[in-house]
């Protein structure tokens, strides 16, 4: 199993919502990630977790949350967002942090719209 | 400055044409790893071949291969006999191995839109 999933595909709140994201892989990898990225832009790395401990937030602001529950599930809570925060959402998984070349395995993403 | 450049916002090719996206990097980390990564307009990051800085072969993988040149720092991605289904957007992203200033994270490019014309 080499997927990475995540739910919902599509996602639209107002700006008062609690919202979640989802994403869960199963294939024994030990970091996982979650990416933003604008329409025909890059993506933009927001958190790392390894071995389910936060290990980098790249100055995201307060209103997303991430969470690691356990190895294979990591979740990214949305509160108070703003329209500019509407984008596509991805989360990404690999072996670990520093193991090997670190292929980072992708998943479908989600298009959250805020309005 | 930019560590990864990709100079084509857009690429046309005609179907059963190889087609090189350009990639250049820059980094001062002996040990880095660069990527390939295909974006279908479905949002999916699909990851498609892998360079790293001591390979002394350019890696091939399947009809995707990379052409690396360690002197003039760059990481080209050929598609040979383009399919219609290879109409994306293409970032090319390093990884420097000694942590950095980047962390040992992916950086990526901006980014090529290829469109592959029946």
């Known amino acids: 199993d080499t997927e990475v999933t995540q739910t919902p595909k599509h996602l639209v709140m107002g700006m008062t919502n609690k919202k979640s994201l989802k994403c869960e892989q199963h294939m024994g990898h030990r970091a996982m990630y979650w990416y933003k990225q604008k329409a025909k832009k890059p993506p933009e790395l927001m958190f790392v977790y390894s071995y389910e401990k936060l290990s980098i937030n790249e100055s995201v602001p307060s209103r997303f949350s991430p969470e690691c529950p356990n190895s294979s599930l990591l979740n990214l809570h949305l509160h108070a967002l703003q329209p500019e925060d509407s984008a596509l959402y991805l989360c990404?998984?690999?072996?670990?942090?520093?193991?090997?070349?670190?292929?980072?395995?992708f998943g479908p993403g989600t298009r959250l719209t805020v309005l | 400055a930019q560590k990864i450049t990709q100079t084509q916002p857009g690429m046309f090719v005609q179907e059963k044409e190889a087609v090189t996206l350009d990639c250049t990097y820059d980094?001062?980390?002996?040990?880095?790893?660069l990527f390939w990564y295909k974006q279908p307009s479905s949002g999916e990051m699909i990851f498609l071949i892998y360079q790293g800085s001591y390979d002394q072969q350019n890696a091939t993988e399947g009809r995707y291969s990379l052409n690396f040149q360690k002197a003039r720092k760059s990481a080209n991605l050929v598609i040979s006999a383009s399919q219609l289904g290879d109409s994306a957007m293409y970032f090319c992203a390093m990884r420097e191995m000694n942590y950095g200033g980047s962390q040992g994270n992916l950086i990526f490019g901006k980014g090529t839109k290829l469109s592959v014309k029946p």
């Open positions: 980094t001062s980390d002996p040990s880095y790893g």
């Open positions: 990404a998984s690999s072996q670990g942090r520093w193991v090997g070349y670190n292929e980072q395995f």
